[in-house]
C-alpha cells in the first residue's frame, strides 16, 4: 500500500533490518522501502506512484473515511493524487517502491488505486529494484520513472504516441546545448524543454532518432569531453570528471571501465 516517507509512520526497524535505499535523478526522487511493519495516516501533498512487491494484509482506507481490510496480492501497482486522504497499516508490509516528483510537477492521473496488476509496470518496477540494490552507469532513472508514470492512465486505452523524429536543426541545437551545459546535472527535463516537447514524447523521439536513450548519450558526450581532456590538458583526473559533469573521479573511472574497457589513467599515460 502507498505509505508516507516519515520515520515517525514506520514501526521501529531492528539494528539487521534492510535500509531504506533512495536515488534522485532530475526531477524524481524514488525510493525502496524493505519489507516491514507500518501505520501511517496523512494527506498526500503530492501525488506519488506504488509498487508492492510483496503479498500485503491489513487496513486501509485511501480517499474515503470508511476503513477496509485489504489483501494484496504481490506485483501490485498503486497511485495517490495529491490532496487524497491515506490511512493505511499492515502488521508485516512488504517491500515497497516509490516513485514522486522532485520537483512539484504534476503527475497523470486523478482517481486513487492499488493492487493492479500492469505487466509493463511489473518489469520496470523490477528493474528499478535490481538498479537500486546494485547500482550500474547504465541506469536510466528518469526515462524508468517517466514510463512507470505513463502507466498510471493506461487503463483508460490511451493510444500511443506514433514513432518521431528529432529534425537535423533541432538535434544540432540539442548537442549545442548538452555541449554549453555539460560541466552540470543536465536531464531529460532540461532538453525536453528546450525543444518544447513532454518528457516522454522526447524520450521516445530521441530514442527513435539516435537508438539510444538521453542517458546513454550524455554519458557519451561526458565520455568523449573526458577524452580530449585527457590528451590536451594537464587537468588532474579529478577536475576533469567535474568539468565533464561526473559526479566524482571514482564515477568518471567506472564509466571509462565499462564504456571503454580502460580506466582515465591508463589512457592518459597510453595517449
Not at 577524452?227 to 579529478?238: G, V
Request: glycine share 8%; with cysteine; net charge positive.
Amino acid at each position: 500500500m502507498m505509505r508516507y516517507m516519515s520515520p515517525r509512520n514506520r514501526v521501529p526497524r531492528t539494528a539487521q533490518a534492510e535500509p531504506i535505499r533512495r536515488i534522485e535523478a532530475g526531477p524524481w526522487a524514488i525510493e525502496l522501502l524493505p519489507g516491514c511493519a507500518y501505520a501511517t495516516r496523512y494527506v498526500a501533498s503530492q501525488a506519488a506512484i506504488g509498487f508492492a512487491f510483496d503479498s500485503q494484509r491489513g487496513l486501509h482506507a485511501i480517499g474515503s473515511d470508511r476503513i477496509r481490510p485489504f489483501d494484496a496480492l504481490p506485483n501490485g501497482l498503486a497511485f495517490v493524487p495529491a490532496g487524497c486522504d491515506v490511512m493505511s497499516e499492515s502488521p508485516r508490509g512488504g517491500e515497497y517502491l516509490r516513485v514522486i516528483r522532485s520537483d512539484g510537477a504534476a503527475l497523470p492521473g486523478d482517481h486513487a488505486f492499488n493492487n493492479r496488476i500492469d505487466q509493463p509496470a511489473t518489469a520496470l518496477a523490477l528493474r528499478m529494484r535490481s538498479a537500486l540494490l546494485q547500482p550500474s552507469l547504465a541506469d536510466d532513472w528518469e526515462a524508468w520513472a517517466l514510463a512507470l508514470a505513463e502507466r498510471i492512465n493506461a487503463d483508460k486505452g490511451l493510444p500511443s504516441a506514433p514513432h518521431a523524429l528529432i529534425a537535423g536543426r533541432r538535434m544540432r541545437l540539442l548537442d549545442e546545448f548538452i555541449d554549453a551545459g555539460l560541466d552540470g546535472p543536465l536531464g531529460v527535463q532540461a532538453m525536453a524543454q528546450l525543444l518544447g516537447l513532454s518528457e516522454g514524447y522526447f524520450t521516445r523521439a530521441f530514442k527513435h532518432t539516435t537508438g539510444r536513450s538521453p542517458h546513454s548519450y550524455l554519458i557519451d558526450r561526458r565520455l568523449a569531453r573526458a577524452r580530449a581532456l585527457l590528451l590536451d590538458s594537464n587537468a588532474s583526473l579529478a577536475q576533469i570528471a567535474q568539468a565533464c559533469g561526473f559526479n566524482s573521479q571514482a564515477h568518471m573511472t567506472t564509466a571509462f571501465k565499462q564504456r571503454l574497457g580502460v580506466s582515465p589513467g591508463h589512457l592518459r599515460h597510453q595517449l
